[in-house]
């Protein structure tokens, strides 16, 4: 990411103003979820001191995979995300802890769906089954 925009989107997120913290997670979402993302996502849920629509927008833009590919792809893709976010838990912020805590459980949640999902489309492609 550009040293410019980067700026910018911390500019942003440090009015503490939650239009304009929604404004740069926005633009956050253009990164597909990518790694680079995670250290303003977490400004943003302090700044914003926890608020609903920013956590939101924040899952969004973390949630976002961009391209896989296997047949696991999606699942593997979640399980990156859990572990990125594992370590917010110990956040001396109560707003990012918070953030952390709600985001794995809705990851996991997901993650198990993923599974059956696929474990369920493989075996009706091993029973030559489409869908």
């Known amino acids: 990411m550009d040293k410019t925009l980067s700026s910018e989107i911390y500019g942003l ?26 250290p303003f996502c977490k400004s943003a849920i302090e700044y914003s001191r926890g608020d609903k629509d920013v956590k939101s927008a924040v899952g969004r833009a973390l949630y976002q ?30 707003y990012i802890r918070s953030f952390s805590i709600e985001f794995s459980d809705s990851l996991n949640k997901t993650i198990k769906h993923e599974q059956k ?14 869908r």
């Open 65 to 94: 995979t961009g391209v896989v590919s296997g047949e696991y792809g999606m699942r593997d893709a979640y399980i990156n995300r859990l572990e990125r976010v594992k370590g917010w838990v110990k956040s001396t912020n109560k």
């Open 117 to 130: 999902r696929t474990d369920e489309e493989v075996m009706r492609m091993k029973k030559g089954v489409d």
């Open 13 to 38: 997120i440090r009015t503490g103003k939650k239009a304009k913290i929604l404004a740069a997670v926005e633009i956050l979402d253009a990164y597909q979820g990518a790694l680079i993302i995670d």
